[in-house]
Structure formats: structure tokens, C-alpha cells
């Protein structure tokens, strides 16, 4: 009886619970394991808005497309702090984790995710698991990250396994990338893929999960934040968005049975001042939608002459009541803008 018990009491944590946040659109385990995997900070940031990886299905503005993330970095001493943010609007930009990596004292190097309070919770981390420390190679100095695997004594703090990205951030040829993207503004390959369900997403990217370990402080998990300075520092200037704030009071955001129940509020919540029009993808058609805020229509400009309203097909429930609002689809080719086209700046 004793030996079918232990598992049971080894079974700390539920990492396929649902959080009934909007934290649940982007699995932060899966982050993690792209992020140890990628070769640059660039690479890592492509790759974790890239349609095709299927990690990024987070939705803050509740367009029904895929909010673009970028990666911002900071460092102070031998700690880098890489932040993911949304610009949730021209005047907004929300954070949605912070991936903490430290170097300590015999180059030793630990590596957590915390996710953002109001988005996951209060201390929400994951971790990799085991205790087996890596040395960064300060000798790399060519165009391609190499892992060096040196062996190094136990510590009491969870550590990064072998990973290309910390070779190559603590790497002499290491130069911060500075995202050039903002809100309008967006790499030529973001298609703005339409949002899942939160059930076929978890179920995607679970797999992801496997090799960590984290989640709430308490109740049974044990995961604490390895370099609390450093992230009180951030915690107490990191940016909130009053539009997440207010989805979050509306309950716009879903909750645990449903991926965005709406709970009869609009689905837009994209402030709409004077006009501007949307492009469509590939063409220079606008896509019109209404205003959320009052009876007056806000369009986004393009840079073609005529407009094309054209329905999104995503999986999230339209609210009953609300005003509802058309996006142009992301097509192929082209632009840094929302639907694909043309390339350039959204207005």
C-alpha cells in the first residue's frame, strides 16, 4: 500500500489545469522550452509568433486574432530579464511574463518564467527541473550558438539545462536586440492567425510540459522566484494596460468551462478616436468595424480607396447583445500589418 501511495504524494502540481485567465491563451511551459531552445533572441521572438509553432494564441484586445508579442531586453550585472509584451493599443502595452535568466556565482546560470499577476495569478513560475548546472562558453565568438555542457556542483536553486540561447546571450558576440515593432507596426511574416479554443490549444501544446515544473506558490508547488531583486525592480515599473484591466472586470476573458464567454459584452475593445481603416490581407481593401464605446463606427485606413467588411471565422463565442465588428483575414505575402498585407504602419 505504501509504494501505490508514493506517486500520489509525488503529484505536486496540475500542469494542465485552467487558469480562467487570459494567461490559459499562452502556455508558458511551451514558452520556456522555445525559448532554451532558440538560438537568438530574435529567433526566439519570430518563432514564438510564428503561426506555424502554435504557442502564441494569447488575445488581450479580444479581436479574434492573435496578438503579436515582442521581446524586450534588459540586463543589470549578470542577470537578464526578457520581457513579452502586447501593445494592446497605440497608448497601451501590456506585459505578459518575464523570463528571468541569472548567472551566480561560479557561473552557474538559473532560468525561470514568471507569468504577469493580473494575466496568470500571483506568482505563477515554471521552472526546468533537476539541479544539474551549465558554465556559459566565453570563448564563443562565431555567427552559429554551440552548447558547451561542463559539469558544475549541485545548488540548491533549479538551473538551466544545456540551452543554445544562454551560450549565446552570455557570449562575448552577444548584442541586446532592441524589437522594432509597435502597435500597427509588425514583421511582414505575422499573419495574425484567428484565435483557438483554449482546449485544443492546452491539448496542442502539453507536450511542452514535459522536462519542468511550477505554477501558483502553494498548494503543493514549491517553485519560488530565484532572483526576487531583480524582479520586485521590474514588478513594481511593469506595464498595464487600463483595456486588459477592464476586460479582466467585465469577465470578457472567459472563465474555466468556456474560451471567451463574453458574458454579453462586445468583443471589441479597441478604443476607436476619429477614423481609421484596417487593411484587408494582400489587397487594399479596409475593413470596417463599430466602436464598442458608442453608436459611431471607427474604420482603419488603408492604403487602397475601397472597403470590404469581412466577417472573422474564430473559434471564440460572439457575444450576445454586444456589437460585433469585421476583420479582414490574414492573407499571405507582404506586409507588416494586421492581415497580412502590404507592409508598413497601421493607422
Known amino acids: 500500500m505504501s509504494l501505490m501511495w508514493q506517486p500520489a504524494l509525488c503529484q505536486t502540481e496540475d500542469t494542465s489545469a485552467v487558469l480562467g485567465l487570459p494567461g490559459d491563451n499562452l502556455d ?25 509553432t502554435k504557442i502564441n494564441n494569447l488575445d488581450l484586445d479580444l479581436d479574434k486574432k492573435v496578438d503579436f508579442i515582442k521581446v524586450v531586453t534588459k540586463k543589470k550585472d549578470e542577470s537578464y530579464s526578457f520581457i513579452l509584451q502586447v501593445d494592446v493599443s497605440k497608448k497601451e502595452t501590456q506585459d505578459v ?11 552557474k546560470i538559473s532560468l525561470q518564467i514568471v507569468g504577469d499577476e493580473e494575466l496568470y495569478g500571483k506568482d505563477y513560475v515554471i521552472e526546468p527541473k533537476g539541479n544539474s548546472s551549465v558554465t556559459a562558453n566565453p570563448a564563443y565568438t562565431g555567427d552559429n550558438p554551440v552548447t558547451v555542457n561542463v559539469p558544475a556542483s549541485t545548488t540548491t536553486v533549479q538551473v538551466v539545462q544545456s540551452a543554445p540561447i544562454v551560450q549565446y546571450v552570455y557570449s562575448p558576440a552577444y548584442v541586446p536586440y532592441v524589437p522594432p515593432y509597435y502597435y500597427g507596426f509588425y514583421p511582414p511574416w505575422f499573419g495574425f492567425a484567428t484565435v483557438m479554443a483554449v482546449g485544443i490549444y492546452r491539448s496542442n501544446n502539453y507536450y511542452h510540459h514535459h522536462g519542468y515544473h511550477g505554477g501558483h506558490y502553494g498548494g503543493g508547488n514549491t517553485v519560488v522566484i530565484n532572483n526576487r531583486n531583480n524582479y520586485n525592480n521590474y514588478n513594481s515599473n511593469r506595464n498595464r494596460s487600463t483595456t486588459v484591466s477592464n476586460n479582466m472586470a467585465k469577465g470578457n476573458y472567459g472563465n474555466r468551462t468556456s474560451n471567451r464567454a463574453g458574458n454579453g459584452a462586445s468583443a471589441s475593445t479597441r478604443p476607436a478616436s476619429g477614423a481609421s481603416n484596417r487593411p484587408s490581407g494582400g489587397g487594399p481593401s479596409a475593413a470596417t468595424r463599430p466602436s464598442t464605446g458608442g453608436p459611431s463606427a471607427s474604420t482603419r485606413q488603408s492604403g487602397g480607396a475601397s472597403a470590404s467588411p469581412r466577417p472573422s471565422t474564430s473559434n471564440y463565442s460572439s457575444p450576445s447583445g454586444g456589437s460585433g465588428r469585421t476583420r479582414s483575414s490574414g492573407g499571405g505575402g507582404g506586409g507588416g500589418m494586421r492581415g497580412g498585407g502590404g507592409g508598413g504602419r497601421r493607422r
Open 28 to 52: 508558458l511551459y511551451a514558452v520556456l522550452d522555445l525559448f532554451q531552445k532558440s538560438k537568438t533572441i530574435e529567433a526566439f521572438e519570430q518563432s514564438l509568433n510564428d503561426e506555424k
Open 97 to 107: 511574463a518575464i523570463i528571468l535568466l541569472d548567472k551566480g556565482k561560479e557561473g
